[in-house]
């Protein structure tokens, strides 16, 4: 007996082809420094009692559907899942410093099949573990994946890591080996590589940053539909919510305009988090017409006092560089 040990594990995604469900091609990619892959996978069961069988059991036990979601957190090398967050990504030619990347939003009136080269994105999550011997693999493959939510949270002095919360249609399991895997080498991003803006371009007072936690919540709903399946159909992004959680050490630079311009003035604002290790790495989140739904000063009798706000955007992009030369596999 082989006992599988996690250094042989491998988490990593298999692009769609563009059909909902099906991966494009077998070239497993990666999510970034992956530290977790947690799955939920439910089998409905109906308990049926029924008169005529004699004793106070169970009757039968049915099979109704089955769901698949999931958790993955890893430590992040690009913005690449940002893109299966928000729905759609324009890759430019090569830079002689890397290669850019504008993800943007897709919205209802663009679909959730392919529009033109508009999609909500799809993947497929391969999770592999790994011992010696032949056909003494566990191989998981969950089929038509879609970021239900996705965060990107920094605290000072670590690295930032990336949560991503998914919904997926169905599961394949195989004992063979995981496919073909190459693990990135790119530095993950670090705290010290992050600066806040408010307005974009304005740092002073926000270089106190001491925590952050960037959200997009896609809300998706899934159906079970009459149609012969016990999986879900393709899940429906409903309302987006975005959320900026940040953290600094309160200061007389930006305590005013913060509180009363903001907070109980209400005045709308754009805002950005720059991420930027190297000039051929780095993110720019870009927030549009935000308000700030909190502003929370304890009062305490030593140390640095935080400052705790909470802001809301209307809509997001990301401007984003690194060494993929395209986001999209088609």
């Not at 559907?65 to 928000?86: C, E, N, R």
């Not at 630079?253 to 913060?258: A, N, P």
């Not at 308000?291 to 304890?298: A, F, G, K, T, Y």
Request: hydrophobic share 30%.
């Amino acid at each position: 007996m082989a006992i599988f040990m996690g250094e042989n594990n491998t988490v990593g995604f298999l692009f769609s082809s563009g059909t909902y469900a099906t991966a494009s091609g077998n070239v497993l990619q990666s999510f970034g420094l992956v530290q977790s892959h947690t799955p939920t996978e439910t089998v409905n069961i109906s308990n049926v009692r029924y008169t005529g069988t004699g004793d106070r059991n169970v009757g039968q036990f049915v099979t109704t559907t089955k769901d698949y979601a999931g958790t993955l957190t890893y430590y992040p090398q690009s913005f690449k899942t940002a893109w299966f967050a928000l729905g759609s990504t324009t890759d430019t030619s090569g830079l002689a410093t890397g290669y850019t990347h504008v993800i943007s939003e897709v919205n209802s009136d663009d679909g959730n099949e392919v529009t033109g080269t508009e999609k909500f994105v799809d993947f497929n999550i391969e999770d592999t573990h790994s011992v010696s011997g032949t056909s003494a693999n566990s191989k998981r493959t969950y089929n038509g994946c879609m970021v239900d939510s996705w965060s990107l949270a920094g605290t000072e002095g670590d690295i930032l890591s990336c949560d991503i919360s998914y919904k997926g249609q169905s599961v394949t399991y195989t004992s063979g080996n995981a496919t073909t895997y190459t693990a990135a080498t790119t530095k993950p991003f670090l705290f010290e590589d992050c600066l806040f803006h408010l307005p974009s371009g304005t740092s002073t007072g926000y270089d106190t940053m001491t925590n952050f936690t960037f959200t997009v919540n896609n809300n998706l709903l899934t159906r079970h539909y009459g149609n012969g399946s016990e999986y879900i159909s393709m899940p429906k992004p409903q309302s987006r919510d975005y959320s900026f959680d940040v953290t600094i050490d309160e200061n007389s630079t930006v305590r005013k305009t913060l509180y009363q311009t903001y907070f109980e003035g209400g005045s709308t604002f754009n805002c950005m988090l720059e991420v930027k290790s190297a000039d051929a790495n780095y993110g720019y989140i870009i927030m549009s017409g935000c308000r700030l739904s909190n502003d929370s000063v304890s009062t305490p009798n030593e140390g640095v006092t935080d400052e705790r706000v909470t802001i809301i955007p209307k809509t997001v992009n990301i401007n984003s560089r690194d060494a993929n030369e395209l986001f999209t596999p088609w």
